[in-house]
């Protein structure tokens, strides 16, 4: 028979004290993940620290926020201006409003508009970082008397875009696919059918909105008229 001395008892007794003192901090460490489903909480030791976000529902399916940031900082992507209609006193102002985005002197073809008096139209192809397309938009906006359209092709983690540009209607921002068609989202189509179930406005009128058809009537016939137009290659050092 072994004889257990009274200091290896002591040692015993001490070293379950430290095991149940670290399953308590562990314990009340996890606890913190109650606040599920918004956050996840890391369980080590101590003061509680997020580590991640995590969204519920379809909103899960996106990809990650800094993901997205990520591939908005990394990725380049390219579009056309179009600028459709502008007085020849713009045509130069145009031309300084486009180099500011650009960082550097920008020089294009204008060609005579034949649909409005007095007016000329040019159109140019950039390369350059996501979010161009609503840069140029933002520069070209303020000038009044002049029409003009940028797209912007999607990447892997940005979508397709187009702005459209009247002096009487403003600017409309649409998603496009990759073959350029219009992609409303899904809940302003929800939001017109709810508003039109209420007695709201008419559902077709709605649509109607979301697919920018008024500033397609009123583009249309410069669109066709510029068939054919000079283009001139513009690349962004990124």
Not at 142 to 147: D, L, M, N, T
Not at 186 to 199: N, Q
Not at 200 to 227: H, I, K, N, S, V
Request: aromatic residues 10%; contains cysteine.
């Amino acid at each position: 028979m072994y004889e257990v001395s009274d200091q290896y008892i002591a040692g015993f007794v001490a070293r379950c004290a430290s095991d149940d003192q670290k399953r308590g901090r562990e314990s009340a460490a996890t606890s913190w993940y109650s606040c599920d489903p918004w956050c996840k909480i890391g369980n080590t030791p101590g003061p509680p620290r997020v580590t991640s976000l995590r969204m519920q529902g379809k909103a899960a399916l996106r990809l990650s926020l800094v993901s997205h940031l990520e591939d908005l900082v990394m990725s380049t992507t390219r579009g056309v201006l179009y600028v459709h209609s502008a007085p020849s006193a713009l045509c130069p102002h145009i031309e300084w409003a486009v180099g500011g985005v650009f960082g550097m002197p920008v020089r294009v073809d204008w060609i005579p508009q034949p649909i409005e008096r007095a007016c000329y139209r040019t159109e140019y192809s950039w390369t350059g970082p996501c979010g161009t397309a609503a840069r140029l938009t933002s520069a070209l906006k303020g000038w009044q008397r002049i029409r003009f359209e940028v797209t912007e092709e999607a990447t892997s983690g940005t979508e397709g875009e187009r702005y459209s540009y009247t002096p009487t209607l403003g600017v409309f921002h649409a998603i496009t696919g990759i073959h350029g068609d219009i992609m409303i989202p899904e809940d302003r189509i929800k939001h017109a059918i709810a508003l039109s179930a209420l007695g709201g406005r008419d559902l077709t009128d709605a649509l109607y909105d979301l697919l920018g058809r008024a500033w397609d009537d009123e583009l249309e016939p410069f669109r066709y008229a510029g068939d054919g137009a000079p283009v001139r290659w513009l690349h962004e050092v990124v």
